[in-house]
Structure formats: structure tokens, C-alpha cells
């Protein structure tokens, strides 16, 4: 079975490639060759895992049980794992009508859609309210209310469970602790 997964950003955010321009960003952020920003799809998966455990938790499942439906629904870490439960997520990225209709703009350069989806912002650490030396940073946020959009495959029996995780994702990406990432996620059942 498959869902679509829907991201809409309520916070500008950040989905990191873990990377750095020298004398540019200090954080830069996931795009493919076009410029267009994405979420990989190890990444929700990764959020996915916790939000099912803290789910679990609060459900008072008892541990053994809880860990079976993890293992069952997320594989074993490192493991290649083809169990018709495993769930598969796709990476998540923008609308391929969006997409199209930017890369229709005669002449658009890659830097120019990162320029238009994203923009740069500079942080300082303070130190008795004073920034501190050397401390200036700078990273590329996704503007806020971009649409991000994916697939999670899922046994027909998951799709419920699925459907309730996702939508516990409050956060992804970095810098939450600063305000960034706040998501709203849904999952809908794809129809043939």
C-alpha cells in the first residue's frame, strides 16, 4: 500500500547536507542538481522511528512488544531488510508542478531557484549578552509554507499506525531549538 506523505513548513527550516562553503555557509541545505530543496527519505524515516517509539511509550505498549513493532515495521538498523512490513519512504520534495513550472523560466540558473526557495541567515553566540569573538555563522533556510511531498510504502494492515505517526511529526530538519523546522505532516492513502 502506499500513502502520500504531505510536509507543509510552518517554520522556515533547514534540511542540512551535513556540508560548508568556505567563507560562505556554514550550514548549507539538501538540493538536487536543479537547486530545489528535499528531505531524503532516510531522514523522515529517522524522525518516523522516534515519533513511533515516543508513540509506543505513551501508549504504555510493554517493551518487548513495542520492540517487535519497530523491528517489524522499521527493519533491523543496518540490516537489508525485505519484509513486506518494512516501511519504505521515498524522499520528500517539492510539488513536479512546481518544479516545472519554475524550470520553464527560460535562463534559470540552479543558484537563482536556491536564491528563490531559500535564503541566508547569521547567527552569533552570546556570552554575557555580548557576541561573542569569531562566533558569527551563517545557514540557508527553506522559506516557510513550502509544500514537500513523498511516498511511504506500508502493509495494508500499517496503514493506521502510519497514519497517526506521521502525524505526531512536529519538527524535522536542524536548529529547532532556535524556532526552525516546525512541520505539519499527513499521510493519504494513494487510491489506483
Not at 542538481?33 to 517509539?53: A, V
Not at 536548529?175 to 494513494?190: A, P, T, Y
Request: contains cysteine; aromatic residues 6%.
Amino acid at each position: 500500500m502506499q500513502l502520500l506523505v504531505h510536509m507543509q513548513l510552518e517554520s522556515d527550516t533547514i534540511f542540512g547536507n551535513g556540508m560548508s562553503m568556505p567563507g560562505g555557509e556554514d550550514i548549507c541545505i539538501q538540493t538536487d542538481l536543479q537547486g530545489f530543496p528535499f528531505l531524503k527519505g532516510s531522514t523522515l524515516k529517522g524522525i518516523f522511528r522516534e515519533e513511533l517509539i515516543n508513540l509506543l511509550s505513551w501508549m504504555k505498549m510493554p517493551e518487548e512488544e513495542a520492540i517487535d513493532m519497530v523491528r517489524n515495521l522499521m527493519g533491523e538498523s543496518g540490516a537489508d531488510d525485505t519484509s513486506s512490513r518494512k516501511l519504505v519512504f521515498s524522499d520528500l520534495t517539492m510539488h513536479p508542478d512546481v518544479i516545472e513550472r519554475i524550470e520553464r523560466e527560460e535562463g534559470i540558473t540552479s543558484q537563482e531557484i536556491i536564491e528563490m526557495l531559500t535564503y541566508l541567515r547569521t547567527f552569533t553566540e552570546l556570552e554575557d549578552g555580548i557576541a561573542k569573538g569569531e562566533s558569527l555563522r551563517t545557514a540557508r533556510c527553506i522559506k516557510k509554507g513550502l509544500n514537500f511531498y513523498g511516498t511511504c510504502t506500508c502493509a495494508k494492515d500499517d496503514v493506521e499506525i502510519v497514519q497517526e505517526v506521521l502525524r505526531l511529526i512536529k519538527w524535522a530538519g536542524s536548529m529547532r531549538s532556535r524556532g526552525f523546522g516546525k512541520v505539519r505532516v499527513r499521510g493519504e492513502e494513494i487510491r489506483s
